[in-house]
Antibody, heavy 117, light 106 residues
Framework: QVTLKESGPGILQPSQTLSLTCTFSGFSLSTYGMGVGWIRQPSGKGLEWLANIWWDDDKYYNPSLKNRLTISKDTSNNQAFLKITNVDTADTATYYCARTYNYFDYWGQGVMVTVSS | EIVLTQSPTTTAASPGEKVTITCLASSSVSNMYWYQQKSGASPKLLIY???SLASGVPDRFSGSGSGTSYSLTINTMEAEDAATYYCQQWSSNPLTFGSGTKLEIK
């Protein structure tokens, strides 16, 4: 059974760094072809892809945020991470992690992140 | 960046009615993926590789298309299908989603 669960700070202030963790089970990020992605969704709005990391440590970023994003993984502990630097109120959203091929077949429940002073 | 334009933005259907949602890509893509998101829930994969049904998805859902034009069809609308639907491509970077189609039950 594949499950993913996101965790994060809940609330943070503008200019801080957002650190998110995705803890998963039922698959391994050392398996050929496997990936984990991060997607966010502001309240009442659509989905925005942020970044992906693959079994071979290849990484892809959304160029609209690339300079602010860092994705990484801890294969032995079945975790993936995303850092977003210099956050702003526009980064307020629900953040999802999802298992990836060229699409997202399993999603976490999402974690709400609010950026507010 | 490939822009995906979904239509309609919002629609409503009666139980038993056929529903078609369209996703137009700004450049040709090799495959399209579709997700369903119910209120307060995470998105759920419906269709992968344009026309393959994800595990557990009822066969009243189907996908088709090629090049720049793709569609998701619900053959007979049911109340539980009320949701927002998104298309997605990754034929080229960056991965992009459509802006969503909200489907309501009449």
């Amino acid at each position: 059974q594949v499950t993913l669960k996101e965790s994060g700070p809940g609330i943070l202030q503008p200019s801080q760094t957002l650190s998110l963790t995705c803890t998963f089970s039922g698959f391994s990020l050392s398996t050929y072809g496997m990936g984990v992605g991060w997607i966010r969704q502001p309240s009442g709005k659509g989905l925005e892809w942020l970044a992906n990391i693959w079994w071979d440590d290849d990484k892809y970023y959304n160029p609209s945020l690339k300079n602010r994003l860092t994705i990484s993984k801890d294969t032995s502990n079945n975790q993936a991470f995303l850092k977003i630097t210099n956050v702003d109120t526009a980064d307020t959203a629900t953040y999802y992690c999802a298992r990836t091929y060229n699409y997202f077949d399993y999603w976490g429940q999402g974690v709400m992140v609010t950026v507010s002073s | 960046e490939i822009v995906l334009t979904q239509s309609p933005t919002t629609t409503a259907a009666s139980p038993g009615e056929k529903v078609t949602i369209t996703c137009l890509a700004s450049s040709s893509v090799s495959n399209m993926y579709w997700y369903q998101q119910k209120s307060g829930a995470s998105p759920k994969l419906l269709i992968y590789s344009t026309s393959s049904l994800a595990s557990g998805v009822p066969d009243r859902f189907s996908g088709s298309g090629s090049g720049t034009s793709y569609s998701l069809t619900i053959n007979t609308m049911e109340a539980e299908d009320a949701a927002t639907y998104y298309c997605q491509q990754w034929s080229s970077n960056p991965l992009t989603f459509g802006s969503g189609t909200k489907l309501e039950i009449k």
